[in-house]
């Protein structure tokens, strides 16, 4: 994934579907998703067991729409790291830290 992508035009590329929930379904996580990614599904446990996401959706909060973007660019990333293997812990600090290449167009 290239950090310089638009983060929606990267998830559509993906074949992923960005949904804007109602708050009080995911508040605990602001956002979350269930992908496919480099052949490897890639869900954290809250996304299975408790949301129920279907399969390629990533969802946002809708209190956060209007930093959609950067939800999203830090989701991809988390994706992308967990899928070499990172645990979705240190995925998630390692997106964080991405979070500061974050340019919107």
């Keep these: 994934m290239s950090m310089s992508m638009d983060p929606r035009k990267e998830a559509k590329k ?26 490897k599904r890639i869900a954290p446990k809250a996304a299975l067991e408790r949301l129920h996401i279907p399969k390629n959706e990533i969802w946002i909060s809708r209190k956060y729409k209007k930093h959609g973007g950067l939800i999203l660019f830090h989701e991809l990333r988390e994706i992308a790291y967990r899928s070499r293997g990172y645990s979705e812990k240190k ?14 167009d």
């Design 91 to 104: 995925a998630h600090e390692m997106a964080r830290k991405a979070e500061r290449l974050y340019r919107p």
């Design 14 to 39: 993906l074949g992923y579907k960005i949904r804007y929930v109602n708050h009080d379904s995911i508040r605990k996580e602001v956002a979350c998703y269930n992908v496919v990614f480099n052949g």
